[in-house]
């Protein structure tokens, strides 16, 4: 146990190189009320409803602050939650927005679960983990006979930029690229789409046209009130189409819904 959390991975309860614990509080503050935090949200609950109605266990893989968790917990108060964080600091925050969850500290190319779990989310977790093909195994090993799983990555290697350089990404992905990794680690493709679609423009001309190097990931995340509305407005859109059943064929982000088979 370290700090009252069940710890699988102790020696990286602390530091390790995937992501940097002192970004958790700020973080904390910024999620509720960002644009990009609230409508990965409504895709998430949305794909659950869509293609796993009846999972009544789910664990987040790097859980973070517990954003995610705490609105799964009330889009869907009778599914027993788990989170896992390798940063034991994040499961602090966690575990305040998040009373009934089971949290534990863990690595996740450790995964000590099998056949447990009804359904896995890791959102934007895969790209600030090297092995990544390693981690994928493991939530396949950790999820029931046709156990669903939900991942969200950053996309679009062209756009890698020093805002990934600080946010602790080891790449940005493809969608051939990350279908084929979730296939040969035995899963069979529900959906892919891409999002943060109709801002496109604008992610690019930050992140291509815009010379000053950042060493500060929350810095995209600090936007007036009357932006911040403005690109919600605009993802609300975007989800509206998703919803329709299009897929989007480009996007920063890429939403990937898979089946264990």
Not at 166 to 187: Q, S
Not at 232 to 261: D, H, R
Request: aromatic share 10%; charged share 25%.
């Amino acid at each position: 146990m370290i700090e009252g959390f069940p710890a699988f991975s102790p020696m990286l309860a602390r530091e390790n190189e995937g992501f940097k614990p002192g970004y958790f509080p700020e973080l904390a503050k910024l999620e509720e009320a960002n644009f990009w935090f609230r409508a990965r949200n409504r895709l998430i609950f949305w794909a659950i409803r869509r293609h796993f109605p009846n999972a009544s266990k789910f664990m987040e893989v790097g859980c973070g602050t517990g954003y995610v968790l705490s609105g799964v917990s009330s889009e869907f108060p009778e599914m027993e939650l788990w989170g896992s964080e390798i940063h034991v600091s994040g499961l602090g925050f966690a575990a305040s927005r998040v009373k009934d969850a089971h949290l534990v500290q863990m690595d996740a190319r450790e995964m000590p679960f099998r056949e447990e779990f009804d359904l896995i989310g890791a959102f934007d977790v895969l790209e600030h983990i090297e092995e990544d093909e390693v981690v994928l195994e493991k939530l396949h090993d950790a999820l029931k006979a046709g156990g669903g799983i939900m991942l969200t990555v950053p996309q679009h290697p062209f756009l890698w930029s020093e805002q990934d350089v600080a946010a602790c990404h080891v790449r940005r992905y493809t969608k051939k690229e990350l279908e084929g990794k979730l296939e040969a680690a035995g899963f069979e493709i529900l959906r892919s789409t891409s999002f943060v679609s109709l801002l496109f423009p604008l992610m690019m001309a930050s992140r291509l046209l815009t010379k000053q190097k950042t060493t500060d990931p929350m810095s995209e995340l600090r936007l007036s009130n009357i932006t911040n509305a403005l690109f919600e407005s605009v993802m609300n859109c975007e989800a509206t189409m998703i919803k329709l059943n299009f897929s989007l064929p480009f996007g920063g982000s890429l939403l990937l819904v898979g089946k264990k088979t």
